[in-house]
């Protein structure tokens, strides 16, 4: 499976990996290595953050 242009460091496209430690995504272009364990949590803050935003308004 392929990321379109999701790497933050380069805007390269990247792919699901997967090794010992588990799945990884990976930049094809630069290599940089994004932890999927790592997502929920960008997530959730994410989501957070637009809740704090409708209290605002
Ligand atoms: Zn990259």
């Known amino acids: 499976m392929i990321y379109y242009k999701e790497c933050k460091k380069c805007g390269g496209d990247m792919h699901i990996r997967q090794d010992t430690y588990g799945e990884f995504k990976e930049c094809v272009q ?7 364990s790592e997502l929920p949590v960008t997530v959730s803050t ?3 953050e637009a809740s704090k935003s409708n209290q605002a308004a």
Not at 30 to 36: F, R, S
């Open 30 to 36: 630069c290599g940089k290595v994004i932890d999927l």
């Open 46 to 48: 994410a989501t957070a």
